[in-house]
């Protein structure tokens, strides 16, 4: 199956015009904080678009349709989580990273634990960013390939060799502002297809509701049960989605270089809750585009048997949308997916670069050490690739999944950080580990849901943290 010569021009021009902006930044670099941070000139409500783009990647725009496609719209109770970990950021986090001129998340950790414990704050993030990283990379590539018919394994050279350009070239300023000019796109998009699905549903919106509720309430958002296993309730929505959020966006340097790059600690606040609402809407939109996929299933078949149920948007996409409104829509699908690559690419460079003695030593010459954040920019597009050829499935609770297993450590680390004066370095390492390895025996010997994992990680690394720091003191390095 391949895409109408229209619209596969107007996804090449849409790739090129991309790179043509990210490429035209290259001249306002001169040093490392001009690259990673753009000048800390951004106004919020970008750093709101560009904070919702940097979360919001093809994996989540395919894999969201397909949870409700093949469920129902109980993800939305996750998002609460959401909104309520953002308000806990403003309130714990951001005080103390707006009290030095940081460049990176984990700066805050050497003043408080050393410079090795930073190290291993940023070592976390970069091995939980590149796994990760690797399955939105394979969701772009599910996107390219269905659209194009090409392999999944060129699907992936083609899209991170222009992401890696117009990122290398344009460091953190032509990453905002795309993601701002791809956020309304894909917005656009988006509502585009929710109207087309309504428009070819033989009765509408009725009919939708009408076939939602005999296939088991398609429509469903809240479940009040108390269960551990299942992975979509209003508790472990609101609980752990919460605590998921204080580690994506509190603790992960891709979101937090966003917050460091507003101009001041109130409009990265604002940029932050001002994120949260504009997810909510994107959510809702998103699993009600996957159920009316589902309904319009019933008329018109659209996966074959054995196919992936995240296939489901990229060939309605394809097959069912006219010749050049289908071209605009799989270009901003794209789009996206290479801006979120692209924030992930300069947050890896930064935290390469910045968080580790060797390499922070050479920034006393701020051409040498911004040539050496670009390269650093290559070396993880290459890494991207190949973990984009790895083989995933179930895309979007796949990254979920595996961002969930060492968030716990990290933000249990910010949390002695912050909370507990008496914690030390030792205690709070050993803590980590502890937290890492009670959440991989959940993963391995337990039915509970990925979405407790987060809160299970930080509460057995701050509780073992705190006990070992006591028994084994050790002079405190807090300010």
Not at 45 to 65: N, Q, R
Not at 362 to 376: G, T, V, Y
Request: charged share 10%.
């Amino acid at each position: 199956m391949h895409i109408h010569l229209v619209d596969l021009a107007i996804v090449v021009a849409y790739l090129l015009g991309v790179t043509a902006l990210g490429v035209h930044f290259r001249g306002k670099q001169h040093d490392a904080r001009d690259y990673f941070l753009g000048g800390k000139t951004t106004p919020w409500w970008a750093l709101a678009l560009s904070i919702v783009a940097t979360e919001t990647s093809t994996l989540t725009m395919i894999g969201t349709p397909a949870l409700a496609y093949a469920g129902n719209m109980t993800f939305l109770q996750l998002v609460f989580g959401y909104l309520l970990g953002r308000v806990l950021i403003c309130l714990v986090f951001l005080p103390g990273y707006f009290r030095g001129d940081f460049l990176t998340a984990y700066a805050v950790i050497e003043k408080r634990f050393g410079q090795r414990m930073r190290s291993v704050a940023a070592a976390t993030f970069l091995g939980t960013r590149t796994l990760a990283e690797g399955v939105r990379v394979a969701a772009i590539a599910l996107v390219v390939s269905v659209a194009l018919g090409t392999s999944q394994r060129l699907a992936v050279l083609i899209v991170i060799a222009f992401t890696v350009l117009y990122t290398f070239e344009g460091g953190m300023k032509a990453v905002i502002w795309t993601d701002v000019a791809q956020f309304l796109l894909y917005l656009f998009g988006s509502i585009l297809t929710l109207g087309m699905l309504l428009h070819r549903i033989p009765g509408g919106w009725m009919e939708a509701v009408q076939v939602s509720a005999a296939q088991g309430n398609k429509m469903q958002v809240f479940d009040f049960a108390w269960s551990l296993s299942t992975k979509y309730t209003f508790w472990s929505g609101v609980i752990g989605g919460a605590f998921l959020t204080m580690a994506s966006h509190g603790t992960d340097q891709t979101i937090v270089q966003r917050l460091l790059a507003a101009r001041n600690q109130k409009d990265s606040q604002k940029a932050l809750i001002a994120s949260g609402f504009i997810v909510l809407f994107q959510f809702a939109l998103f699993l009600l585009v996957g159920v009316l996929l589902f309904v319009f299933a019933q008329h018109s078949s659209l996966l074959s048997p054995g196919s992936r149920a995240d296939s489901i948007l990229p060939i309605f996409l394809v097959r069912e949308m006219p010749t050049g409104l289908a071209g605009i829509l799989l270009a901003s699908i794209l789009a996206i997916a290479m801006s979120n690559a692209s924030g992930s690419l300069n947050s890896l460079a930064a935290s390469s670069v910045v968080d580790f003695a060797r390499l922070r030593g050479q920034e006393a010459d701020p051409a040498a050490f911004l040539r050496l954040s670009r390269r650093m920019t290559l070396v993880w597009g290459s890494v991207l690739i190949v973990f984009g050829l790895l083989p995933w499935s179930h895309l979007l609770e796949a990254g979920l999944t595996v961002a969930s297993l060492p968030f716990g450590s990290l933000l249990g680390l910010f949390f002695l950080g912050t909370f507990d004066s008496r914690a030390n370095a030792v205690g709070s390492l050993i803590g980590m580990f502890g937290g890492l390895a009670v959440v991989l025996f959940v993963l391995g010997y337990t039915q509970i849901a990925f979405t407790w994992y987060v809160l299970i990680g930080s509460c057995v690394t701050f509780t073992l943290g705190a006990i070992l720091s006591r028994a084994f003191p050790q002079p405190s390095r807090s300010s």
